[in-house]
């Protein structure tokens, strides 16, 4: 039964690969607190961990199978963050949890995938969820988004993080842990949680960077020539960046309340780079407030587009329409059955030899006339 779940969960990730409106899956109302239940899609085939364990001296990386691997690293003096990919097997992941004794509503969190973006501080560690999003353009000039929860557990000496796939989106602070110099060898555990969180907000400059590409690709397209399908990109670019938003909003809360409250595992020296993070995600919300905007703008402009395009076809027809009304009444005129005998007040050009050519040529200059009249005017 489980097989047949994680198949049909499989089917729907291939029909909705990226999109963030894919995720269905809840837990059912009614569930015990602290329940660990895997909510999401299953992206990967096992749950992968790998210790990274580091001090000024040395960093080591070890894939491990079992968590009790990881004992001797967490032991000694150094700092350690255990990197665990894959959020589908509950039991494995546990094993990871009772090891370091976390909260049940941590347990909770970590796999129901979602959670707002939240910052939560427990006695003994402090639990952050982020969510990372990538803007990717497809061929037809949709965007497609790509969302992935990540939470983070920051303890005395150790980092926790756990992540839905094995995307490698924390591959420039492993870059930076392999250089001696750097901060994140020489500063505790709540500096590689900083340098994490900083990592994903980064992220979200780019995906400001792709929106904003779109929206001008958008916006070229409609004053060139406004077609159905622009609206519909439209639409779905305003339910992206109201994601987007609500997402980095939820995020700014949290860092605000570690900045705000005082908390044991965040060093003073670490406080004044997570203000660093929280500007940088103001900085994101002007911009998407920004987007908001021009996005409502392409609606107007597309709408403006379509309008002046249906008023230049009813001036193409209200000219025609004007130029045929004069022809019709001459048609009008002289298709009366009148006979031109029967009554003193006949109609002569009816018994005229050139009566004929006398009223198309009347037509054809009344047309010429009209035409050079609506040139000068300026209205076509």
Do not use: C
């Not at 992941?93 to 995938?113: A, R």
């Not at 590689?192 to 907000?201: E, K, P, R, S």
């Not at 995906?207 to 690709?217: A, F, M, Q």
């Not at 940088?280 to 919300?285: A, E, G, R, W, Y």
């Amino acid at each position: 039964m489980k097989k047949k779940a994680n198949n049909v969960a499989k089917k729907i990730q291939s029909l909705f690969p990226t999109s963030h409106r894919s995720r269905s899956f809840r837990k059912k109302p009614g569930e015990v607190p602290g329940t660990a239940i895997h909510t999401g899609i299953q992206r990967m085939d096992e749950v992968l961990m790998t210790v990274h364990d580091f001090d000024e001296t040395h960093y080591d990386v070890i894939p491990i199978k079992k968590i009790e691997k990881s004992e001797p690293y967490l032991q000694n003096k150094s700092k350690t963050w255990i990197q665990v990919r894959g959020l589908h097997d509950i039991d494995k992941l546990k094993t990871v949890w009772g090891y370091f004794n976390l909260h049940p509503l941590i347990q909770e969190d970590i796999v129901s995938t979602s959670q707002r973006p939240k910052v939560e501080v427990y006695p003994d560690e402090v639990f952050i969820v982020l969510r990372m999003l990538k803007q990717q353009e497809t061929e037809n000039g949709e965007l497609n988004v790509h969302t992935e929860q990540v939470s983070l557990v920051l303890g005395h000496n150790y980092v926790l993080s756990f992540q839905e796939s094995d995307e490698p989106i924390f591959d420039p602070v492993l870059k930076r842990l392999e250089m001696s110099t750097t901060r994140l060898r020489r500063l505790g555990p709540d500096y590689l949680a900083y340098a994490l969180t900083d990592n994903i907000v980064d992220h979200y400059f780019y995906s400001l960077d792709v929106i904003s590409e779109s929206i001008e690709k958008i916006e070229e397209e409609i004053l060139a020539d406004p077609k159905d399908d622009q609206l519909h990109r439209i639409h779905a670019l305003r339910r992206d960046i109201i994601y987007f938003r609500k997402s980095v909003w939820s995020l700014r809360d949290g860092i605000n309340s570690l900045l705000r409250d005082e908390v044991s595992l965040i060093s003073s020296e670490v406080g004044v780079f997570l203000r660093d993070v929280y500007d940088h995600i103001v900085q994101v919300l002007d911009s998407l407030e920004t987007s908001r905007e021009m996005v409502y703008g392409l609606y107007d402009m597309y709408m403006s587009g379509l309008s002046n395009r249906m008023n230049e076809v009813m001036k193409v027809l209200t000219i025609i329409a004007t130029i045929f009304i004069p022809l019709t009444f001459i048609a009008g005129i002289y298709g009366m059955n009148f006979d031109p005998e029967a009554s003193p007040l006949n109609m002569p050009e009816l018994s005229w030899y050139f009566g004929y050519p006398f009223s198309l040529g009347m037509m054809a200059l009344l047309t010429v006339g009209m035409v050079i009249f609506f040139r000068r005017k300026g209205w076509f």
